[in-house]
T-cell receptor
């Protein structure tokens, strides 16, 4: 089955710095790669996603890049703010294909702390 | 995006009892899923809740332990049966939602935090 590795497990930055989290996956057929932010006591919130026909996607301070050849994708957060502090999870669609997306395999999570 | 609610939000249960968790979505969705998140861990898929048929379980999860119902396109339940302390986790409902032609996204409910004594 799909195997997803996420690094680093913890990341501490100063406010205004950039943060980068990287994930690698094993199944070359996977074609959907979402990122989730989970705050304490809440469910995961989808913050950005990318599909295999795109190499990069940006939404304000957040961007995701995908390298299908190397089977890795990364989350980039610029100008970090204290409210960005949370656990971030990458995920990969383990049932890839067509226009219907299914089961997700998650990375181990990254605890991001942004210091004021 | 879809709005998902879960009941209860949290519960403390005794060993050997069962708890049923409800998931309600504000619009009809084709696919609903149940995940488990053990303390300090990532999310693991338990099963896909299929409307009109039995749920599809992932390796390591069985129907006798986690029976699932899906009576319609907006509602599902997950029961955690014969609980033990090892079942203490956050249980999350998610839906696969068509946001635009050719693209789906998956949204999660707020979770149910279960503690088994």
């Amino acid at each position: 089955g799909e195997n997803v590795e996420q690094h680093p497990s913890t990341l501490s930055v100063q406010e205004g710095d950039s943060a980068v989290i990287k994930c690698t996956y094993s199944d070359s057929a996977s074609n959907y790669f979402p990122w989730y932010k989970q705050e304490l006591g809440k469910g995961p919130q989808l913050i950005i996603d990318i599909r295999s026909n795109v190499g990069e996607k940006k939404d304000q301070r957040i961007a995701v890049t995908l390298n299908k050849t190397a089977k890795h994708f990364s989350l980039h957060i610029t100008e970090t703010q204290p409210e960005d502090s949370a656990v971030y999870f990458c995920a990969v669609d383990a049932n890839a294909g067509g226009t219907s997306y299914g089961k997700l395999t998650f990375g181990q999570g990254t605890i991001l702390t942004v210091h004021p | 995006s879809a709005v998902i609610s879960q009941k209860p939000s949290r519960d403390i249960c005794q060993r050997g009892t069962s708890l049923t968790i409800q998931c309600q979505v504000d619009s009809q969705v084709t696919m609903m899923f149940w995940y488990r998140q053990q303390p300090g861990q990532s999310l693991t898929l338990i099963a896909t809740a299929n409307q009109g048929s039995e749920a599809t379980y992932e390796s390591g999860f069985v129907i006798d332990k986690f029976p699932i119902s899906r009576p319609n396109l907006t509602f599902s339940t997950l029961t955690v049966s014969n609980m033990s302390p090892e079942d203490s986790s956050i249980y999350l409902c998610s839906v696969d939602y068509l946001i635009r032609e050719g693209g789906n996204e998956q949204f999660f409910g707020p979770g149910t935090r279960l503690t088994v004594l």
